[in-house]
């Protein structure tokens, strides 16, 4: 088993940053791929980023691109994601999520609440 915890939400203004971080712990040497997701309200939740951890290999949404950076260390125990130039509609509870088969993600953190004031 794997647990992921988040932390590092908050409000912030339109324009400022924010870096969100989620510690694994468990048999972490099983986890394949980490990434972030959202929920805005109202809405179902989102793809932001992710991170093949072994090959560095990272992938994001459009609306991430340009302004949201994901890493992780090499032990694959700590996964983040550096937010930049933030917006209003990046208000939402931010998840971080570790993929432990060949696909997707099945691992889930209890959630981090990001507010973006305009």
């Known amino acids: 088993q794997v647990q992921m915890v988040e932390s590092g939400g908050g409000l912030v203004q339109a324009g400022g940053s924010l870096r969100l971080s989620c510690g694994a712990s468990?048999?972490?040497?099983?986890?394949?791929?980490m990434g972030w997701f959202r929920q805005p309200p109202g809405k179902e939740r989102e793809f932001v980023a992710g991170i093949i951890g072994d090959l560095g290999i990272t992938n994001y949404a459009d609306s991430a691109k340009g302004r949201f950076t994901i890493s992780s260390d090499g032990a694959k125990n700590t996964v983040n994601l550096q937010m930049n130039s933030l917006r209003p509609e990046d208000t939402a509870v931010y998840y971080c999520a570790a993929g432990l088969g060949l696909n997707g993600y099945d691992t889930w953190g209890q959630g981090t609440q990001v507010t973006v004031t305009s």
């Open positions: 468990g048999r972490t040497k099983s986890i394949i791929r």
